[in-house]
């Protein structure tokens, strides 16, 4: 009686188990050809080959667009180097950049610096600080709108993500989405599992 009750307990969780495991083995499959082969291999009927090294030029070429598009905008450069903390920051280091400047000139002439009272290279340094601190916002606009026409991000992307090796590009996709992959791993075994338990009620099977 107590084998009989304990074989037919081994029979009911069993189908579940491999249920479990089938569900975890396929999607930890499918996550493996993800990047695998890595180098194509053919099998006459069709050729083996892992999905991200087999479209690493479309997802450069597309990562590319989106960087361009959604993720680096030259306005926003823009408006952040021209907000108040960061013109503050500036002015912080053209000020002393220029103080260095006119007391290393004043330094540097002689009959200068009989002249020249310190009054006269504060007031000097207030000048020139204010009227850069003016232009520096054109300054800054120019100069981005320069960088904007000779650098194309969208390009810059795609040249990095295409000369990464296929081993790089699985190491860092792997970085960002690994627990995604666990996650998805688990829940084929938990789908597996659930449905080996469906499949023994439906059959009429009882411990």
Do not use: C
């Not at 069993?14 to 083995?25: C, H, V």
């Not at 907000?83 to 280091?93: C, G, H, I, L, T």
């Not at 190491?171 to 829940?187: D, H, P, S």
Request: overall charge negative; hydrophobic content about 50%; proline content about 3%.
């Amino acid at each position: 009686m107590f084998l009989a009750i304990d074989v037919a307990t081994i029979k009911f969780w069993l189908i579940p188990i491999i249920g479990a495991f089938i569900g975890w083995i396929t999607n930890w499959l499918a996550i493996k050809m993800l990047f695998h082969p890595r180098k194509p291999i053919d099998l006459k009927v069709f050729t083996l080959h892992g999905v991200f090294p087999k479209n690493k030029k479309n997802i450069a070429t597309n990562l590319g667009k989106i960087v361009q598009k959604d993720l680096i905008s030259f306005d926003d450069i823009k408006n952040r180097l021209q907000e108040p903390e960061s013109m503050a920051n500036f002015k912080d280091e053209i000020s002393v950049h220029v103080e260095r400047i006119i007391r290393e000139k004043v330094e540097s002439m002689t009959i200068a610096k009989v002249f020249i009272s310190e009054n006269f290279i504060q007031n000097l340094h207030q000048m020139a600080v204010e009227e850069i601190e003016m232009a520096l916002p054109g300054v800054i606009e120019k100069y981005i709108n320069k960088i904007e026409e000779k650098v194309d991000i969208q390009e810059m992307v795609f040249e990095k993500v295409n000369n990464f090796s296929d081993e790089k590009l699985e190491n860092l996709l792997l970085a960002i989405t690994n627990k995604e992959f666990k996650f998805i791993e688990i829940v084929g075994a938990v789908l597996g599992f659930l449905i080996g338990i469906i499949q023994m009620l439906l059959s009429g099977v009882n411990i």
